[in-house]
Protein backbone atom coordinates (compact mmCIF):
# COMPACT_ATOMS: atom_id res chain seq x y z
CA UNK A 1 0.00 0.00 0.00
CA UNK A 2 2.59 2.29 0.44
CA UNK A 3 3.92 2.32 -3.07
CA UNK A 4 0.78 3.17 -4.09
CA UNK A 5 0.38 5.83 -1.43
CA UNK A 6 3.74 7.41 -2.38
CA UNK A 7 2.17 7.66 -6.40
CA UNK A 8 -1.35 9.31 -5.12
CA UNK A 9 0.44 11.83 -3.65
CA UNK A 10 2.84 12.46 -6.40
CA UNK A 11 -0.37 12.77 -8.49
CA UNK A 12 -2.56 15.34 -6.13
CA UNK A 13 0.75 17.51 -6.09
CA UNK A 14 0.99 17.39 -9.82
CA UNK A 15 -2.97 18.09 -9.97
CA UNK A 16 -1.97 21.09 -7.97
CA UNK A 17 0.70 22.49 -9.48
CA UNK A 18 -1.68 22.36 -12.96
CA UNK A 19 -4.39 24.00 -11.36
CA UNK A 20 -2.20 27.02 -9.67
CA UNK A 21 -0.52 27.20 -13.29
CA UNK A 22 -3.72 27.20 -15.46
CA UNK A 23 -4.91 29.92 -12.89
CA UNK A 24 -2.01 31.82 -13.62
CA UNK A 25 -2.70 32.08 -16.79
CA UNK A 26 -6.69 32.74 -16.58
CA UNK A 27 -5.79 35.68 -14.13
CA UNK A 28 -3.09 37.01 -16.90
CA UNK A 29 -6.51 36.64 -19.30
CA UNK A 30 -8.87 37.73 -16.54
CA UNK A 31 -6.65 41.38 -15.92
CA UNK A 32 -5.63 41.83 -20.38
CA UNK A 33 -9.85 41.85 -20.77
CA UNK A 34 -10.68 43.61 -17.52
CA UNK A 35 -13.01 40.98 -16.25
CA UNK A 36 -14.84 40.69 -12.54
CA UNK A 37 -13.06 39.57 -9.90
CA UNK A 38 -15.55 37.29 -9.10
CA UNK A 39 -14.74 34.93 -12.06
CA UNK A 40 -11.05 34.59 -10.50
CA UNK A 41 -12.35 33.40 -6.84
CA UNK A 42 -14.79 31.32 -8.30
CA UNK A 43 -12.56 29.21 -10.23
CA UNK A 44 -10.28 29.47 -7.14
CA UNK A 45 -13.11 28.18 -5.13
CA UNK A 46 -13.94 25.25 -7.70
CA UNK A 47 -10.27 24.48 -7.91
CA UNK A 48 -10.55 24.04 -3.68
CA UNK A 49 -13.60 21.99 -3.79
CA UNK A 50 -12.19 20.22 -6.66
CA UNK A 51 -9.27 18.99 -5.24
CA UNK A 52 -10.83 18.40 -1.40
CA UNK A 53 -12.71 15.97 -3.69
CA UNK A 54 -9.73 14.43 -5.43
CA UNK A 55 -8.32 13.38 -1.98
CA UNK A 56 -11.67 12.15 -0.91
CA UNK A 57 -11.77 9.99 -3.92
CA UNK A 58 -8.16 8.90 -3.93
CA UNK A 59 -8.21 8.38 0.05
CA UNK A 60 -11.23 6.19 -0.37
CA UNK A 61 -8.75 4.12 -3.11
CA UNK A 62 -6.59 3.15 0.25
CA UNK A 63 -9.43 2.40 2.74
CA UNK A 64 -12.82 2.07 1.09
CA UNK A 65 -14.67 4.63 3.17
CA UNK A 66 -17.63 5.01 0.64
CA UNK A 67 -19.79 3.25 -0.95
CA UNK A 68 -18.91 2.81 -5.07
CA UNK A 69 -22.00 4.77 -6.28
CA UNK A 70 -21.11 7.81 -4.24
CA UNK A 71 -17.40 7.05 -5.26
CA UNK A 72 -18.35 6.87 -9.08
CA UNK A 73 -20.03 9.92 -9.28
CA UNK A 74 -17.26 12.21 -6.94
CA UNK A 75 -14.82 10.77 -9.51
CA UNK A 76 -17.07 11.94 -12.38
CA UNK A 77 -17.02 15.29 -10.99
CA UNK A 78 -13.51 15.70 -10.55
CA UNK A 79 -12.95 14.07 -14.50
CA UNK A 80 -14.84 16.64 -15.38
CA UNK A 81 -12.88 19.32 -13.85
CA UNK A 82 -9.34 18.16 -14.47
CA UNK A 83 -9.80 16.69 -17.97
CA UNK A 84 -10.15 19.86 -19.64
CA UNK A 85 -7.45 21.27 -18.08
CA UNK A 86 -5.14 18.86 -18.82
CA UNK A 87 -5.83 19.74 -22.44
CA UNK A 88 -5.36 23.44 -22.58
CA UNK A 89 -2.17 22.36 -20.39
CA UNK A 90 -0.72 20.38 -23.33
CA UNK A 91 -0.99 23.55 -25.50
CA UNK A 92 -0.52 26.35 -23.41
CA UNK A 93 2.75 24.43 -21.70
CA UNK A 94 4.68 24.68 -24.72
CA UNK A 95 3.68 28.01 -25.78
CA UNK A 96 5.30 29.08 -22.45
CA UNK A 97 8.12 26.82 -22.44
CA UNK A 98 8.81 28.37 -26.03
CA UNK A 99 8.28 31.85 -24.58
CA UNK A 100 10.81 31.51 -22.18
CA UNK A 101 13.56 29.61 -23.82
CA UNK A 102 13.11 33.16 -26.47
CA UNK A 103 13.26 35.33 -23.38
CA UNK A 104 17.09 33.98 -22.14
CA UNK A 105 17.62 33.74 -26.31
CA UNK A 106 17.08 37.85 -26.39
CA UNK A 107 18.68 38.41 -23.15
CA UNK A 108 21.83 37.17 -23.44
CA UNK A 109 22.16 37.72 -27.21
CA UNK A 110 20.69 40.54 -28.39
Known sequence: MSGFFVFI????????????????????IAILQSWNNW????????????????I?????????????ATLVDLLKFVSIWYLPKLLIFVIAFPID????????????FF
Do not use: C, E, H, P
Open 9 to 28: SILILAFIALDIYLIKKLQK
Open 97 to 108: IFRFIKGIIVKL
Open 56 to 68: IVFSNRLFNTLGQ
Open 39 to 54: IIRTVWLSSVVSLIIL
